[in-house]
């Protein structure tokens, strides 16, 4: 009989009649379940190298960009020549360049964006401009009502904040970027 630590082996050999060629393809069979096992925990050497070698690369590749980026950032320029600096320059230039672009981008979609929201509100904007003027009218109809008609040295009305209005000049709204205010 054979058994094994996992004990898989006992159910191949545990039958009562084995004969001779039975038993060697068992034994076969378990050698090579072996090997698949060992194989699996154990990878060949020429996949721990190539592994060693590919760890080493990007190793080597990481330290590379580190040190790129810390160029970059003005900081290691000391061992560096003329031609060294002007190409992490002319690299910088670029890098500036697609941020600006990138950047302009945005601000143009974004004001594109506001033009359309202003177009969106312009007719609510006439509507209530139109509601100014003729709540503006009542208010001076009124006003002549109640004071008689108004000479040239009369006051003017107010508009309810105390600011007097002139009911012959136009109200003009218009839409405006808020400004923002930074702490």
């Known amino acids: 009989m054979l058994f094994s630590s996992t004990r898989k082996l006992y159910d191949f050999a545990s039958t009562r009649l084995l004969t001779i060629s039975c038993m060697k393809s068992?034994?076969?069979?378990?050698?090579?379940?072996r090997e698949e096992h060992h194989q699996l925990i154990n990878p060949s050497s020429s996949e721990v190298k190539f592994c060693q070698r590919e760890a080493a690369r990007l190793t080597q590749?990481?330290?590379a960009c580190k040190k790129n980026c810390r160029r970059m950032?003005?900081?290691g320029l000391s061992g560096l020549t003329i031609k060294d600096l002007q190409n992490l320059e002319s690299q910088l230039?670029?890098?500036?360049?697609a941020v600006l672009m990138k950047k302009d981008q945005l601000l143009i979609d974004e004001i594109q964006?506001?033009?359309r929201k202003g177009k969106l509100h312009l007719p609510r904007n006439v509507e209530f401009q139109k509601k100014v003027n003729l709540i503006r009218q009542e208010n001076m109809e009124l006003y002549k009502k109640v004071h008689g008609t108004m000479g040239k040295n009369a006051a003017l009305p107010t508009n309810g904040c105390g600011i007097q209005e002139d009911p012959h000049v136009p109200v003009h709204l218009q839409l405006c970027q808020p400004t923002s205010t930074k702490p």
Do not use: D, N, P
Request: aromatic share 4%; glycine share 4%.
């Open 93 to 97: 230039q670029v890098s500036l360049h």
């Open 26 to 33: 068992v034994i076969e069979r378990y050698k090579k379940s």
């Open 113 to 115: 964006e506001l033009h």
């Open 73 to 75: 950032m003005g900081e």
């Open 61 to 63: 590749h990481c330290r």
